[in-house]
């Protein structure tokens, strides 16, 4: 199993550009979700899905939108990126056995800068 | 609402000293788990261990163990004889059962083992 795979690992865009950050995991876990990492704050969840065809938001969610048309992919798209969307992004899956209490798997990480 | 409180933001130890990095959280859920991830300097997360509220037995792994307090809301770490590869930022986590999909993290303390 490859896990939970993100791409890029690396990205540089302008202030107003869109792209979408992949993830996709092959453990067919129900559970997905999006947190993003900023020095002194820990993670925060930005979005979550529960299984395909449903998301919902978490935390810091603005800004951001999310799909899940299948239980692997769950895409992070920034729809006009802005300088405090700067940040590491994780993404993780669970299963949803024991209520969803399980650890999550969480994928390596994209660098995003936004200038 | 949950929240996770890690107060150490930076330790910094010399190699072969003990070391306890403090965790405490908040939830009004009778059922929760805690876990502890480690992030090393590449980036990645690392799950170190995951305990639930019912089970307040502590636990040792090697140079690791925990400490889980319900009558403080506390889940300590101790690294026993630390070592220079223990460097990196460790996170306290925290999952509800009405809020299984994701994690509340804490704001994660930075562990710098000097030789």
């Known amino acids: 199993n490859a896990g939970v795979t993100q791409t890029p690992k690396f990205q540089v865009l302008k202030t107003g550009q869109s792209m979408t950050l992949q993830c996709a995991q092959d453990?067919?876990?129900?559970?997905m979700s999006w947190y993003r990492q900023d020095p002194g704050m820990g993670l925060r969840l930005i979005h979550y899905s529960v299984g395909a065809g449903i998301t919902d938001q978490g935390e810091v969610p603005n800004g951001y939108n999310v799909s899940r048309s299948t239980t692997e992919d769950f895409p992070l798209r920034l729809l006009s990126a802005a300088p405090s969307q700067t940040s590491v992004y994780f993404c993780a899956s669970s299963p949803r056995r024991a209520g969803g209490l399980d650890e999550q798997f969480f994928g390596p990480g994209t660098r995003l800068t936004v200038l | 609402a949950q929240k996770v409180t890690q107060a150490q933001t930076e330790i910094s130890v010399v190699e072969k000293e003990d070391v306890t990095l403090d965790c405490v959280y908040e939830?009004?859920?009778?059922?929760?788990?805690l876990f502890w991830y480690k992030q090393p300097p590449s980036g990645e997360l690392v799950f170190l261990i995951r305990?639930?509220?019912?089970?307040?037995q502590n636990e040792i792994s090697g140079r690791y163990s925990w400490n889980f307090q319900k009558s403080t809301s506390s889940f300590n770490f101790t690294i026993t004889a630390s070592q220079v590869v223990d460097s990196a930022v460790y996170f306290c986590a925290l999952k509800t059962s009405g809020s299984a999909r994701q994690l509340t993290f804490g704001s994660g303390t930075q562990l710098t083992v000097l030789p």
């Open positions: 305990r639930n509220s019912f089970d307040e």
């Open positions: 453990m067919n876990h129900e559970y």
């Open positions: 939830t009004r859920d009778t059922t929760y788990y």
